[in-house]
């Protein structure tokens, strides 16, 4: 990326005052960056934390699984989920509140006796996934703003402040060149003026 500008002293202080902003931001988004990268890693963490506990739980049971043949799938579900929002390093993050379930009511007596252990169980299961996909939902949100903030920084290190030094350089030389013409055709006129006033 080209930076425009001109040579002469306004653009030099414009191209001045970009240059000193970007410096001063970049501690800033490079402390972004890293908090993001530690965020990501723990939401990573406790996704696969949560993945083992439902492969744990389903495990668990799995000397029931002749048994799930006769569940009535239509006993409980998931009625609604509340969720609040949270901000880390800037992102917004849904963070699990609450599970409403909504359980169809069933006769304890004609029932088979572990049908309100497998209700408990999905209720579980169901917990355990939730907050599953809610740490996978946090670690992808925050994975995407890690990547656009260590572009940010890759803009900023790169390819803009060393793009800004270079202007500002170029135009210090330029009206430095300009300032010692002036002075050296200053000189010249003076002293052709002196030569002719002396020569008379």
Known sequence: MAIKFQ?????????????????RALPT?????SALRLEVKKARDVASEYSG?????AAEYDYMA?????FDKDLIRVKDVEFNVSKIAGVRIPVLENIIFEEKPYDLFSSPVWISEGVELMKRIAKLGLEREFFNKKMELLDYAR?????????YEKVQ???YQDAVRKIKRFLEDEDN????????????????EDSV
């Open 7 to 23: 040579y002469n002293k306004t653009s030099l202080n414009d191209m001045d005052k970009q240059l000193k902003m970007r410096q």
């Open 29 to 33: 988004i490079k402390s972004k960056e």
């Open 53 to 57: 506990k439902v492969d744990e739980l």
């Open 66 to 70: 002749a048994l799930w043949g006769e």
């Open 147 to 155: 990547k656009k903030t260590t572009q940010k920084v890759n803009l």
């Open 161 to 163: 402040i060393p793009g």
């Open 181 to 196: 013409l002036s002075k050296s055709s200053q000189k010249i006129v003076k002293t052709r003026q002196q030569n002719q």
